[in-house]
């Protein structure tokens, strides 16, 4: 038996181990209290992903012409700029088509001329015959006047004159109907068959003007395919043209994190390429109008029997600032941390009109131009009999 008044290691560890879970305990509340705070104050307003991932427009090159390439005039990763020609194709063929195009436009504006012509022939000749027929009905008047000094044969021959120039006449005038028909009352470049003519020359100058291809936007070079030789055809994919000023971000976000996400509310942004120093500023411009999984290759049925629920993403577009591209480019497929602020909940889910900018380009402009100018050139020089 112990003595009265010693102490019990069992007590102090015991009443030592119970501090420990009180402290424990506290540290635990006040943590939940710490993140609750956290949560409410602060994280309760941001949604973020590192589901994101950088997009943008990949300019497929195809000709619209058939021939065989003789040049190639850049290579992957090349800057080019909008117009900078990339591939040359044979142009033997479309060059011979144009010469027969003009030719045949040339001889078409010289005969509509001639039509055009002919009218005052015609003309003169209607007022010639009309002369004609005054003079025979004269000369039948004054014999019928005459009574039985004229003979009944002279008298005859008179009356078959005016018949003749009467038929004259109407020969005269069906001619002048007609070339007049023919040649219409239109200037000579709006006579149909002028128009029928140009619009030959404007195909085959077109097709010439394919046979160089051209950068249609300023961008980088990707997946080249094309080789000096190889004969390729309208709808073939040559390479791609990529332009970097023009990427955004599509950020995954799963359901439950699409609550609050609005159109227009900020956005910060970080890639693995630079890391969390280099901080991207941008703002949520649309959503997808369907999860990743509807628009998948092989979607999932969902209505088969072994269905199991999985937690869908929708892509959110993310629109970049132009300066944080400039200073830091990116390239397409790169990863993203985006983490969207959402205390603004003014803005919309769905937009009411269209958010975002055309893209164009008048590269190809310039050939219709050119062939306008060819044609109006061909039909002043024959108009004028040059």
Known sequence: MSEPGASTP??????????????????????????????????????????????????????LVSGMVTAVNVDDTQAVK?????VQIDPTDARVALAQAEADLAQTVRQVRTLYGNNDQYAAAVVARQTELAR??????????????????ELDHARD??????????????????????????????????????????????NLARTTIAAPVDGYIAQRAVQVGQRVGPGSVLMAVVPLNQVWVDANFTEAHLERVRLGQPVELTADLY???????????????????????????????????????LPVRIALNPKDL????????????????????????????????????????????EADALVARIIVQNEEGR
């Open 10 to 63: 069992t007590n102090g560890n015991g009443a030592r181990r119970q501090w420990l879970m009180l402290g424990f305990a506290v540290a635990i509340i006040a943590a939940a209290l710490g993140y609750g705070l956290y949560w409410l104050l602060y994280a309760h307003f941001y949604e973020e992903t590192d589901n994101a991932y950088v997009s943008g427009n990949v300019v497929q090159i195809t000709p």
């Open 82 to 86: 909008a117009g900078q020609v990339l």
């Open 136 to 153: 025979a009905r004269e000369d039948l008047r004054r014999r019928e006047q005459a009574g039985s000094a004229v003979s009944r044969e």
């Open 161 to 206: 004159a005016v018949k003749a120039a009467e038929a004259n006449v109407a020969v005269a005038w069906t001619q002048l109907t007609s070339n007049r028909t023919l040649a219409g009352q239109s200037a000579i470049a709006d006579h149909p068959n002028v128009a029928q003519a140009a619009a030959r020359v404007r195909s085959a100058y077109l």
């Open 275 to 313: 890391g969390p120093r280099v901080v991207y500023h941008g703002v949520v411009a649309g959503f997808s109008p369907g999860t990743g999984g509807a628009f998948a290759l092989l979607p999932a049925q969902n209505a088969t029997g072994n269905w199991i629920k999985v937690v869908q993403r």
């Open 326 to 369: 400039a200073e830091h480019p990116l390239r397409i497929g790169l990863s993203m941390q985006a983490t969207i602020d959402v205390h603004d909940q003014k803005g919309k889910q769905v937009s009411a009109a269209a958010a975002f900018p055309a893209y164009k380009t008048d590269v190809y402009a310039r050939q219709a131009r």
